[in-house]
């Protein structure tokens, strides 16, 4: 049985088949880790959602910002924008089957087996393991619930900036996403520059890509995320970065996880759905 680790999709179906393919994915027997954003912008997204949702156990898939913006259009809190690559699934006739299944995948994953933790963007140097998954499943708890409509429509926005324990309400949850789902730099004192989306070099001097900061809680854990195409594949210390671009005409990567180590990164190059 191998574990495989994939970039953001995006609705990219085509170029999904072609890596499983040549990685040789066999879905009797292997397992997908995904890094959220299964959807937007690409052609196929609801082939995407329902390939992976029929894995089953097979695959898991933690939730992204394009995720998480589809279950508030859909629920009529987002506003939907000139593209139209969601209205594949907003008028699918199995609709309501797989938005149910999208609400209830988790912002992260840990895997204490394989000894990694699966998320979309970052971790704020505060938090530790423990404290990280703790958060996820406050936020993973309302999506589940009867309310989620109302903090999906309440999600968006930059602030707070800064962790507090004192944090609570929708300020909380408000934070928690931003960090799991859009999170790429942040200060030594950990307030969030969600502004700042280029690749390193071009953010401004105060702000570190949030897997440099120093003294960051979480630095001993093996971290698998995606949600930066403009990062590309890294691997740096305990960190993979698996956002490679495939939907701007970059590649998709796999990464085969071992409990020793992952092997070397697996790419197909895509020809791109948009410019850059």
Request: charged fraction near 20%.
């Given at each position: 049985?191998?574990?495989?680790?994939?970039?953001?999709?995006?609705?990219?179906?085509?170029?999904l088949h072609?890596?499983?393919e040549?990685?040789?994915?066999?879905?009797?027997?292997?397992?997908?880790?995904?890094?959220g954003?299964?959807v937007?912008?690409g052609?196929?997204s609801?082939?995407?959602l329902?390939?992976?949702?029929?894995?089953?156990e097979?695959?898991?898939a933690?939730?992204?910002?394009h995720?998480?913006?589809l279950?508030?259009?859909?629920a009529?809190?987002g506003?939907?924008?000139?593209?139209?690559?969601?209205?594949?699934?907003?008028?699918?006739p199995?609709?309501?089957?797989i938005?149910?299944w999208?609400?209830?995948r988790p912002l992260?994953?840990r895997?204490?087996?394989?000894?990694y933790?699966?998320?979309h963007?970052?971790?704020?140097p505060?938090?530790?393991?423990?404290a990280?998954?703790a958060?996820?499943a406050?936020?993973?708890?309302?999506?589940?619930?009867p309310h989620?409509?109302?903090?999906?429509?309440?999600?968006?926005g930059n602030s707070?900036?800064?962790?507090s324990?004192?944090?609570r309400g929708?300020?909380?949850l408000?934070f928690i996403?931003?960090c799991f789902?859009?999170?790429?730099?942040c200060?030594?004192?950990?307030?969030?520059?969600?502004?700042e989306?280029g690749?390193p070099?071009?953010q401004?001097?105060?702000?570190?890509?949030?897997?440099?900061?120093?003294?960051?809680a979480?630095?001993?854990?093996r971290?698998?995320?995606?949600?930066?195409?403009?990062l590309?594949?890294?691997?740096?210390?305990?960190?993979?970065?698996?956002?490679?671009?495939?939907?701007w005409?970059?590649?998709?990567?796999?990464?085969?996880?071992r409990r020793?180590?992952?092997?070397r990164?697996?790419q197909?190059p895509?020809?791109?759905?948009?410019e850059?």
């Amino acid at each position: 049985m191998a574990t495989y680790a994939i970039g953001d999709i995006q609705g990219c179906y085509e170029e999904l088949h072609g890596l499983l393919e040549r990685i040789g994915f066999n879905p009797g027997r292997d397992r997908l880790w995904l890094v959220g954003d299964l959807v937007n912008r690409g052609p196929r997204s609801v082939d995407v959602l329902r390939f992976v949702k029929g894995l089953g156990e097979r695959a898991i898939a933690v939730l992204g910002n394009h995720d998480l913006h589809l279950l508030a259009v859909a629920a009529g809190v987002g506003a939907r924008s000139e593209d139209e690559s969601l209205e594949g699934i907003l008028t699918a006739p199995d609709r309501e089957e797989i938005l149910e299944w999208l609400r209830h995948r988790p912002l992260m994953h840990r895997d204490q087996r394989l000894g990694y933790s699966l998320l979309h963007a970052g971790l704020p140097p505060q938090w530790d393991l423990p404290a990280a998954l703790a958060h996820a499943a406050e936020v993973e708890r309302m999506l589940r619930g009867p309310h989620y409509g109302a903090f999906l429509g309440a999600m968006y926005g930059n602030s707070p900036m800064r962790w507090s324990d004192d944090l609570r309400g929708m300020e909380r949850l408000r934070f928690i996403t931003n960090c799991f789902t859009r999170l790429r730099y942040c200060d030594a004192e950990g307030n969030l520059g969600l502004a700042e989306k280029g690749a390193p070099g071009s953010q401004s001097p105060d702000y570190l890509p949030w897997f440099e900061v120093p003294g960051r809680a979480s630095a001993g854990e093996r971290i698998i995320f995606g949600h930066w195409s403009t990062l590309g594949y890294l691997h740096t210390g305990n960190v993979w970065a698996l956002d490679s671009g495939c939907l701007w005409g970059g590649a998709l990567t796999a990464l085969p996880l071992r409990r020793k180590g992952p092997a070397r990164a697996i790419q197909l190059p895509c020809s791109g759905v948009l410019e850059p």
